[in-house]
């Protein structure tokens, strides 16, 4: 049932050199403080540090005790004290307070501040204007690339989402430069890059620039990575907004992948213990269902059931020597596909519970019909009864903002009512949220008179009028406008489908939402690698509002093997789905070619609406 690889896919570049690179660098910036030292580290740095030099290693280089930076005085005897933390004001005032906490109380130690994935200049004022900068020393740790598996890298930066998108704050633009320029040191030069979005422009920009400084570095390396492709998460929110339907993309909206690995309760492991589970490629049963549409999971996991009862069955006619071959061999690898076999079990059960208890069937139904364009008026009386019956404030802000941006922004009337209803459903202080989404682009009002039918024949009449190059400033209000369905159209986003669309076999990327939708980023990066650049998409990328901002840079290096040039490495800037993965993972088996991601952080609906946010869960 999981896809065959076809036999000529091509080999991935081995990341594990990234994690050997990371902890080497994190020692000798601990070494750098001689003798033994307690560590403070900030909560969302402790999951990717466990995925780096776990405390063991720690311990070998004289870290002895390990706290938590949080908003309570630390009760460390150690002489030196070293803070791990993320480049955030409030970070530095909680080191300022301890180090003059030990002033007053006439206490002299050694500090060391390390930043990752770098120091920002405000930090640093922090410091100064609180009186410890001759104090403390501060280093970088430049560790912005986690590989989570053997094809996925997360610069873990949650927080890339708002800064950039809603707060306009550039400051990351430098870290996803500095982690390409990594890549291309390691893995040879890209010979081809393409990217659309104003931060795509801007991180390829800077790397260009990284590049040049630092010339000859990796000239006469072979590339092992053919294509790149940067792509913002603005260009396509409608696929993150979408409920996930393949396997992996609904344990992480269900139980939140964090990290790469996932915390189940009680309620999956069926004891009084939770657990945390590593998903990745090494779980053999995982890594066959991560990629499946929910529906042919369970069939799957029960025939893996009886085929693991028969191996087990076998040793009742074994001989003592075959019996003793048995244990030592095989045993072990049967005792662990077992557990994980009942976990993943588990894990299935637990998402039906949770699904079936929320109407998932009418939920997805309505995302469909707003895909597709169909029974409007139906789908707003869906969203409004969701919120009456407060089922839960991030699935109607979702529902409402997937409603925006595939009609183009709501009538006036709607928008006014849905978020009178809202704000008294669930409470006034939601009110900055409002403000928030509609800066974003994800939840605003048509101007009078800007009806569908309106805006696209402005816009079609625009592209058919040559002249008209640059967009006039009379239709410059239009530029958050999404375009949703004059895209689609376009790149055939809704499948014609005759008859029941086969979810066990499917044709296209469709079948992560059901065979409803093909993801517009993947369909976007599926024609720009089939036609080698824009050309022919020009349409698409004016009513992506993205005409100065889609970019094709070839070299005219020859040194690209054709196995490189089937490797393509897809940069999200701003998250990325575990659905879109699945697509593009798809793409890669039915072209014979491999996706490798990197994403700023892994992303879904809950996490893009929670960003948005002024009221904290």
């Known amino acids: 049932m999981a896809f065959p690889h076809r036999p000529d896919a091509p080999e991935l570049p ?40 776990n405390v063991s290693i720690l311990k070998q280089h004289e870290v002895d005790k390990l706290y938590k930076v949080e908003n309570k005085p630390a009760l460390s005897s150690s002489e030196q004290l070293c803070f791990l933390v993320r480049p955030r004001i409030k970070n530095m005032r909680y ?13 002299t130690r050694k500090y060391k ?3 990752s994935p770098q120091k920002f200049y405000a930090c640093e004022m922090v410091l100064e204007e609180e009186g410890i900068y001759g104090d403390v020393s501060c280093d970088e740790w430049a560790f912005s690339l986690l590989p989570l598996d053997v094809d996925l890298l997360s610069m873990e930066l949650p927080e890339f989402f708002r800064d950039y998108f809603l707060e306009g704050d550039q400051r ?42 630092e010339d000859g570095e990796s000239k006469g390396r072979r590339p092992e990575i053919g294509h790149v492709f940067l792509l913002d998460r603005d260009v396509d929110f409608v696929t993150a907004l979408c409920s996930q339907v393949v396997y992996e993309g609904l344990v992480d909206d269900t139980f939140r992948i964090k990290c790469g690995s996932v915390d189940f309760g009680p309620e999956v492991t069926s004891s009084d213990k939770s657990l945390k589970v590593l998903l990745n490629a090494k779980d053999k049963v995982f890594s066959e269902i991560r990629n499946e549409h929910f529906s042919n999971v369970f069939s799957f996991l029960s025939q893996k059931a009886r085929n693991l009862q028969a191996q087990y069955d076998r040793r009742r006619g074994m001989d003592i020597k075959q019996m003793k071959n048995f244990v030592s061999q095989e045993l072990k690898g049967l005792k662990q596909e077992h557990r994980l076999l009942s976990l993943h079990i588990g894990a299935c059960e637990s ?137 689609s159209k376009k790149l055939n986003l809704i499948p014609r ?22 993801p517009l980023s993947c369909r976007i990066i599926e024609q720009v690698l089939e036609r080698r650049g824009w050309q022919g998409l020009d349409e698409v990328v004016r009513l992506l509002n993205c005409s100065e901002l889609a970019f094709t840079d070839m070299s005219k290096e020859d040194k690209a093997s054709t196995e490189s040039l089937r490797v393509i490495l897809v940069v999200f800037l701003g998250g990325c789905t575990f659905s879109e993965i699945s697509a593009l993972r798809f793409l890669g088996r039915e072209k014979g070619c491999r996706f490798i991601f990197l994403t700023t952080a892994v992303t879904n609906s809950a996490r893009l609406m929670e960003a948005m946010s002024e009221v904290k869960a």
């Open 113 to 115: 501040v390390i930043f």
């Open 351 to 487: 998402i039906m519970k949770k699904k079936t208890k929320q109407d998932f069937q009418e939920l997805i139904k309505t995302e469909h019909a707003l895909l597709e364009g169909f029974d409007i008026r139906e789908s707003t009386g869906y969203i409004e009864e969701h919120i009456d019956r407060q089922v839960s404030p991030i699935e109607s802000l979702r529902l409402m903002c997937l409603l925006s941006i595939t009609e183009n922004g709501l009538i006036p009337k709607d928008y006014r009512s849905l978020k009178t209803q809202y704000l008294q459903s669930y409470g006034p202080e939601h009110l900055l949220t409002f403000s928030n989404l509609r800066r974003a682009g994800l939840l605003t009002e048509q101007a009078p008179g800007d009806t569908l039918t309106a805006v696209e024949s402005k816009v079609s009449k625009l592209v058919t009028d040559k002249a008209a190059g640059k967009i006039t400033d009379a239709f410059s209000s239009l530029a958050k406008r999404s375009n949703f369905r004059a895209i």
């Open 497 to 518: 489908v005759d008859g029941e669309y086969d979810l066990k076999v499917p044709r296209d990327m469709a079948y992560v939402f059901s065979g409803a939708y093909v």
């Open 14 to 53: 081995d990341f594990s050199m990234l994690k050997r690179l990371a902890r080497d660098q994190l020692i000798y910036l601990l070494e750098q403080l001689p003798g033994k030292k307690d560590l403070f580290i900030e909560a969302d740095l402790m999951s990717p540090l466990d995925r780096i030099a």
């Open 95 to 107: 080191i300022a307070n301890l180090v003059n906490a030990d002033k007053l109380a006439g206490r």
């Open 172 to 213: 990351w633009i430098n870290t996803v430069a500095q982690a390409l320029h990594l890549l291309s040191t390691l893995y040879g030069p890209f010979p081809n890059c393409y990217g659309i979005g104003r931060c795509a422009k801007m991180s390829h920009e800077l790397w260009k620039k990284l590049e040049e400084e």
